[in-house]
């Protein structure tokens, strides 16, 4: 089975300011990895995924996350946060070749603080 | 390309009562996962539907019961609801043969039991 760990449960950062939301993974198989972002009252939306190759995989708004598998570790980076970032942010695993079953963290709430 | 909707979004129920929540999935998609989001916390995997049939299970009682319809909506029904039911219910589509694990989420249905 794979679980997820979310550390930090609420960031807050100044505008313009950098972050790291912090993930770790455990798995006995190959997996793959993704970050969520969940707006106040909405679904969760795909950011990004690491499946092969690469391992520092981007986002369209300009967040990153680096495969890390000596650490089993997928944080999620941003140089320059803005107020539009404020949301809650959830990794998640799926043993690759697998059947879908995604296991989700607890979930990182990111406040942006004008 | 039509996302994946769920109804009824909001809803209020009283212990022991029985609940249906409804989705439809992206155009294209055949495959549908439910997942539960309590209040703070990531969303459990409930049950995942493939071709009418369920095709995995998380760790929820029998009373947590699902259907696949040909056209790919699908249900969740819920009895003998419990206090602890309460939570967001979001409904995800996807492709199977895409074999990435990128699920796509409606915007779920918030269960309120009184």
């Known amino acids: 089975a794979q679980s997820v760990t979310q550390l930090d449960s609420q960031v807050p950062v100044f505008e313009e300011a950098p972050v790291e939301l912090r993930c770790n993974y455990s798995?006995?198989?190959?997996?793959?990895l993704f970050w969520y972002v969940q707006y106040p009252n909405q679904g969760l939306q795909l950011l990004l995924k690491?499946?092969?190759?690469?391992?520092l995989v981007e986002s369209i708004n300009g967040f990153e996350a680096e495969f890390n598998k000596s650490q089993t570790s997928f944080h999620l980076r941003k140089p320059s946060v803005h107020i539009s970032d404020t949301a809650e942010y959830f990794c998640?695993?799926?043993?690759?070749?697998?059947?879908?079953?995604?296991?989700f963290g607890t979930g990182t709430k990111l406040q942006v603080i004008p | 390309e039509t996302g994946v909707t769920q109804s009824p979004t909001h809803l209020i129920k009283t212990r022991g009562q029985q609940v249906t929540l409804r989705c439809s999935s992206q155009s294209g998609h055949n495959t549908v996962s439910w997942y539960q989001q309590a209040l703070g916390q990531g969303p459990q995997f409930i049950f995942q539907y493939y071709r009418e049939e369920e095709n995995g299970r998380g760790n929820f009682p029998p009373r947590f019961s699902g259907l696949q319809f040909p056209n790919y909506s699908s249900e969740l029904n819920v009895n003998a609801l419990e206090l602890d039911d309460s939570a967001l219910y979001l409904c995800?589509?996807?492709?199977?043969?895409?074999?990435?694990?990128?699920?796509?989420f409606g915007e779920g249905s918030r269960l309120t039991v009184l």
């Open positions: 798995s006995s198989v190959s997996v793959y």
């Open positions: 690491y499946l092969s190759g690469s391992t």
């Open positions: 995800a589509s996807s492709l199977a043969q895409a074999n990435t694990g990128e699920l796509f």
């Open positions: 998640a695993v799926i043993r690759s070749g697998g059947y879908q079953k995604v296991t």
